[in-house]
T-cell receptor, first 115, second 118 residues
Framework: DGGITQSPKYLFRKEGQNVTLSCEQN?????MYWYRQDPGQGLRLIYY???????QKGDIAEGYSVSREKKESFPLTVTSAQKNPTAFYLC??????????????FGQGTRLTVV | AQSVTQLDSQVPVFEEAPVELRCNYS??????LFWYVQYPNQGLQLLLK??????LVKGINGFEAEFNKSQTSFHLRKPSVHISDTAEYFC????????????????FGQGTILTVHP
């Protein structure tokens, strides 16, 4: 079945360490996104990518980095510069230019806790 | 810039009662509108979307929403809720003019927690 796979589901990090969250999709979507979810704040866009080897900052990119070397993969690195990294992280994808309008599809999320 | 306001952070309701979850948005351009549902510790699932055409949109699980352009609202309704509808619901908008990224480059409301009591 097609979908978006995020791993791991739960992740613990010590302060000062970088950590990478994985996101893989087999929907053949061009565009991919990373959102951060905090209680009572909805979801906020961290980074997005419209095409391989290209990505743009979202609303809260500070302390995060991404890469898009393959169409299927869009890993997110939470760096030590992110002051409050404990949150639920959601990856999404959507069809790129051309074709019918469609919605974004979401993965099951990764819960990151800084200990 | 776009913004989305979900007017109720929590909505308690009894089983088989009707429910309305309210959503207002602001934007300087035309938008697409979405409602997503999230169960605890899971991702988001699309309930319904408004792209164009009829302002009354029907989605999955018996939900529907009405787009009101003059009031910039997109309220979600269900005539009779079930225990299994207990979840958090998010209203979201995307810019129609952002090309292929518009479908996933979403601005979300803060979420409404719907709790259905027996």
């Amino acid at each position: 079945d097609g979908g978006i796979t995020q791993s791991p589901k739960y992740l613990f990090r010590k302060e000062g360490q970088n950590v990478t969250l994985s996101c893989e999709q087999n929907l053949n979507h061009d565009a991919m996104y990373w959102y951060r979810q905090d209680p009572g704040q909805g979801l906020r866009l961290i980074y997005y990518s419209q095409i391989v080897n290209d990505f743009q900052k979202g609303d809260i990119a500070e302390g995060y980095s991404v890469s898009r070397e393959k169409k299927e993969s869009f890993p997110l690195t939470v760096t030590s510069a992110q002051k409050n990294p404990t949150a639920f992280y959601l990856c999404a994808s959507s069809r790129g230019t051309g074709g019918a309008v469609t919605e974004a599809f979401f993965g099951q999320g990764t819960r990151l806790t800084v200990v | 810039a776009q913004s989305v306001t979900q007017l109720d952070s929590q909505v308690p309701v009894f089983e088989e009662a009707p429910v309305e979850l309210r959503c207002n948005y602001s934007s300087s351009v035309s938008v697409y509108l979405f409602w997503y549902v999230q169960y605890p510790n899971q991702g988001l699932q699309l309930l319904l979307k408004y792209l164009s055409g009829s302002t009354l949109v029907k989605g999955i699980n018996g939900f529907e929403a009405e787009f009101n352009k003059s009031q910039t609202s997109f309220h979600l309704r269900k005539p009779s809720v079930h225990i299994s509808d207990t979840a958090e619901y998010f209203c979201a908008v995307s810019d129609q003019h952002a090309g292929g990224t518009s479908y996933g480059k979403l601005t979300f409301g803060q979420g409404t927690i719907l709790t259905v009591h027996p």
